[in-house]
């Protein structure tokens, strides 16, 4: 019978840079979580493979304890610099990527960006998200679907863009309250419908530590312009997206990556009709977009499958414990 | 001729966990600096694999956001918790071996960790650097010499160490200054000495994030008693190190990897003619350490050995300039 007894702390003395990384490893072994435990293995070996490979100067260390300092000490209620840095170093796209894979027909995924936030109010179709004068007018007319084409009602749908001068709310000093923001419910036939403007190109924050390490690095901060929607619903898999003005300057070179072909959009002129039906002026441009969700099941699927393909095309022996890959020790 | 205008920026679309890597490469490959553009190429490189590797979900992510933003804001003008977060990393004892290689017969370095200020006293021959009531009187006789015995004088050494609770001057709310801190020379002999206190094993802080994940890992935060010293005078390899009391319970699994076989020292009893000598009390222990310098020409040396010797068993083809490596193109 295997003795209960936890084992002893691994000793660790005489650490030299051949052998720190396998007894770091050794002893965050100790962790009882399986999933933390292989998260900080392959944390440990590339942080210390990056140091190793690069042989990391003191002073460049340092740079990095304080950009890293600095970046959360840029954060605040209304500003999450550690997510822009995730955008803009490409780990946001491919999160995402990994864990809302597209079954085909639905509609691709993009960045969250760092500005949503949880106090948009809960409107009823047909409302105004933006009071910006300086705004172009623009109608937005949506509908959900599954991918068979049928219509989904009740999806929560978040939507948030900036003001016409690029800026969102929680950028300007003194926000007293949302604004360009909304969250609506789509109805029976799967549509929802509002005011909005028409979107701008806008540069990423630039006065913070991610700002000036794109500018180091010989980056423009700029996003084409486009329009944020999360859509959720129990039981569909939650979709964060955005839709991107066609013809935009910055269209194929986004600071955040988030451009997908698929999720380029044509505004139109309005016709007389549309413009009695909704109520709006003439001049409104309009927006039309279908979001086509997939199941939370075959996301699931999909995603699980990807996993095994992937990890075994890297030649790690893994098994999935509630859908996320640990070492398969057996 | 080769045109010297600049490539215009990479187009980016239809990103996917495939392509993202390359493509964010290649936009920071608009970086005019070569050793930037190689850091920045690695840590893309192993941060993309890591999320690869991990399926890093969309909830360990945002878990990953926020303890960020929590060691950032944790950090203050006497509290680095980045430092720490390296130093239980592993990632401090790597950074400080691929940066200060010791010639043969060196004193070795250990982990600067997060608790050194700028503000120490600079103090004479035989001050006292803590007058902690509870404190086990020491008298400490130390000397620095080059690898052949030639004594070094002039030589610039900080030393700091915790009150006998375990703590750090910073650490108590209301520090209204620096104690257990000093900056001495040493003489024309290469000689200092100092009045301090008997080091005490300590808990790393445990209420921040760094000390949260300790015990999310099963690890204890205990580092084994002992004192810091940093030598440095123009010439000289700068040495940061610390010294360790014999026979801890925690000098086998000190939490920060900083302990070494050679830095292990014991503490002996006074006899007469030295607390006459140097008016201390007969129940003051001594604390005698010889630090031996490498010259900063050697120890440069051996550096750029080490780099190209791991660079090549690497595979990489690398060159170093300014004794940093960067991909050699030619």
């Known amino acids: 019978m295997a003795s209960t007894a936890p084992p002893p702390t691994p000793e660790l ?25 292989y998260l900080m293995e ?3 070996t590339h942080l210390h493979d990056l140091a190793r490979e690069t042989r990391l100067s003191t002073a460049e260390w340092t740079a990095a304890i304080q950009f890293l300092t600095r970046t959360g000490q840029t954060c605040s209620a209304v500003r999450q610099e550690f997510i822009l840095l995730s955008d803009v170093l490409g780990l946001s796209l491919l999160v995402d990527a990994v864990n809302h894979p597209k079954p085909a027909s639905c509609t691709e995924g993009s960045v969250l960006g760092p500005f ?15 009071a910006d004068p300086a705004g ?3 109608l937005v007319l949506c509908a959900v679907r599954d991918r068979a084409g049928r219509p989904i009602a009740d999806v929560k749908v978040d939507i948030w863009e900036t003001d016409a001068s690029g800026h969102y709310d929680v950028q300007h000093e003194g926000r007293d309250g949302p604004s360009e923001r909304g969250v609506m419910r789509s109805g029976e036939d799967g549509g ?3 005011r909005a403007i028409v979107p701008v190109s806008y540069p990423i924050p630039t006065d913070g530590p991610v700002g000036q390490l794109l500018q180091m690095l010989g ?43 698929s999720l380029i959009v044509d505004l139109e002129p309005i016709d007389d009709a549309t413009a009695a039906q909704y109520g709006v002026s003439l001049d409104t441009k309009v927006l039309r977009q279908e979001f086509v969700l997939a199941s939370e099941k075959e996301t699931a699927e999909l995603r699980d499958k990807n996993a095994v393909e992937a990890l075994k095309s890297l030649g790690l022996n ?10 398969d020790l057996d």
């Open 13 to 37: 003395l005489d650490l030299t840079m051949d052998n720190i990384t396998p007894n770091t490893i050794r002893i965050n072994a100790q962790c009882p979580d399986a999933r933390l435990r």
């Open 42 to 44: 392959r944390l440990v």
């Open 116 to 130: 949503h936030t949880h106090d948009a109010p809960v409107v009823a179709a047909g409302a105004r998200l933006s």
């Open 136 to 138: 172009e007018p623009l």
């Open 192 to 194: 929802f419908w509002f």
């Open 219 to 261: 980056r423009h901060p700029w996003r084409p312009a486009h329009m944020h929607f999360m859509l959720e619903k129990p039981g569909w898999d939650h979709l964060v997206t955005a839709v991107y003005v066609r013809g935009d300057p910055y269209e194929k070179t986004d600071a955040v990556f988030g451009v997908k072909q």
């Open 318 to 327: 893994m098994k999935l414990v509630d859908h996320l890959p640990v070492p």
